[in-house]
């Protein structure tokens, strides 16, 4: 019974993360498909498409499912689709951005304002939160890209805010609307980019208890579970020894 019990525990955890792959797959093939429609159906005269691309192939997305969500931008399906931004509060005051992708703009509301309340949170007005962030590209590198000096110049050459780099490797910010521009430059002197996206990083955080955390990592759960769900950003500050106890 134990060796039956065993492989149950590992098809739970398989078909965990498989449900898991699955929903990140399907957000980023919706984020494809969007840029797809807003500008050409070529990544090299669309930078957002570009970006869309990179971050799914850093995902390790199959070619024929990027290949298709371009195509049904192509076929009017991305008619319906809609960005939208939703702000509140969780636990200890710290502030949340939700940003949603969705072809239901009703449902999508309902269901974060629902998730925000069964989960210790608060829905905000907009603008409430956002001010305490800066919205900024990411661009990121392997160690192999380079020594750390290097990376550096290379971003400022290219135009970007800052540069920070680690054993894990190099982490590069632009300001938003330089985005597309930046990674262009760096992608001509580095090669392209391990990943690209864009962030919401915030100026201050708000350090919070144990119990605190506990129920914010229940709501951001619970909010990136949601379908129409792309991104969840936090300006919550959590000790290394909280996230240890808590399994983080």
């Excluded at 398989?14 to 898991?20: A, E, G, I, N, V």
């Excluded at 780099?165 to 521009?181: K, P």
């Excluded at 709501?219 to 969840?232: G, P, Y």
Aim: glycine share 10%.
């Amino acid at each position: 019974m134990a060796g039956h019990s065993k492989f149950k525990n590992i098809q739970f955890r398989k078909d965990r993360q498989d449900s898991l792959r699955s929903k990140m797959f399907s957000k980023l093939s919706r984020d494809i498909t969007l840029a797809a429609k807003q500008g050409l159906p070529d990544p090299a005269a669309n930078s957002r498409l570009r970006l869309a691309i990179a971050n799914a192939k850093a995902e390790s997305m199959p070619k024929d499912n990027i290949d298709r969500a371009i195509k049904k931008a192509q076929g009017g399906d991305a008619d319906t689709y809609e960005e939208i931004r939703y702000e509140g509060f969780g636990p200890g005051g710290v502030g949340l951005i939700v940003e949603v992708l969705t072809d239901n703009r009703n449902r999508a509301a309902a269901n974060v304002r629902t998730l925000f309340g069964k989960n210790g949170g608060n829905m905000g007005d907009a603008g409430s939160v956002a001010f305490m962030f800066d919205r900024l590209g990411e661009i990121t590198y392997p160690p192999s890209a380079g020594a750390d000096e290097a990376i550096l110049d290379a971003a400022i050459e290219a135009g970007a805010q800052d540069a920070e780099s680690d054993e894990d490797g190099h982490v590069i910010n632009a300001a938003f609307e330089d985005m597309g521009a930046v990674v262009d430059a760096l992608e001509a002197s580095l090669g392209p980019a391990k990943s690209t996206g864009i962030i919401w990083r915030a100026k201050t955080e708000v350090p919070v208890s144990e119990a605190e955390a506990a129920t914010l990592m229940k709501l951001v759960n619970a909010l990136e579970d949601d379908d129409d769900v792309q991104t969840v950003w936090t300006n919550a500050d959590i000790s290394d020894e909280i996230m240890a106890k808590l399994g983080g």
